[in-house]
Structures are given as structure tokens and as C-alpha cells.
């Protein structure tokens, strides 16, 4: 399995966006996926999870602001962050618990600040 995050950088609050996350090494539109992100200090926190259906969770943080998608045709999987605030910079990576192991993409760092 592997996961190759990207499409972080430096925002403004209030500006938005799109992470990609592309994934390799299991049968991609059979698969849940999860983002999590990781501030400095905190501990690693969902953010987003879309199961085989389409269905989506957010973190109660997140909620209206941000949305993941998927793409089967091109294994990938996407966060669209909108109306982003300083306590969103963190470091984004997505996961796939496959096997019953923990995979979790390179990481891509995600800073809001003015």
C-alpha cells in the first residue's frame, strides 16, 4: 500500500485549499480512506473519512468547511478546504488501515496564517 499526499502550502484565513491524495497497492474503489492532520503539540486528529459508497464523516472542527471526495478512475482522494482558519495548519496525511496495518502517506504541511 502506498499514499502519496500533496497540494499543501501557505494560506490566508479565509482561503481554501485542495489536498490530493493518491493511493496504490489494494483495490482503491472496494476502500474507506481517511484524512487525519497533526498540529504541533497535539495529537493526530480525524478529519475526514469516505467509505466504497461515497459516504463521508468530518471531524466536528471541520464540519461545512471542508469536503473529501474520491475519484476511482484515478485512485485518488481529495480534501477541498474552504474558509480556512490558523487552527487548521497542521500537517495533513491521509490513512488506510488495510490488513489490519496503518498506512499513512508522506504527509503535506498545511499553513494558515495572515
Known amino acids: 500500500v502506498q499514499l502519496q499526499a500533496s497540494g499543501g502550502g501557505l494560506v490566508q484565513p479565509g482561503g481554501s485549499l485542495r489536498l490530493s491524495c493518491a493511493a496504490s497497492?489494494?483495490?482503491?474503489?472496494?476502500?474507506?480512506l481517511e484524512w487525519y492532520r497533526q498540529a504541533p503539540g497535539k495529537e493526530r486528529e480525524l478529519v475526514a473519512r469516505?467509505?466504497?459508497?461515497?459516504?463521508?464523516n468530518y471531524g466536528e472542527s471541520v464540519k461545512g468547511r471542508f469536503t473529501m471526495s474520491r475519484d476511482n478512475a484515478k485512485n485518488t482522494v481529495y480534501l477541498q478546504m474552504n474558509n480556512l482558519k490558523p487552527e487548521d495548519t497542521a500537517v495533513y496525511y491521509c490513512h488506510k488501515k488495510y490488513d489490519m496495518i496503518d498506512y499513512w502517506g508522506q504527509g503535506t504541511q498545511v499553513t494558515v496564517s495572515s
Open positions: 469516505i467509505t466504497s459508497t461515497f459516504k463521508t
Open positions: 497497492g489494494f483495490i482503491f474503489r472496494l476502500n474507506s
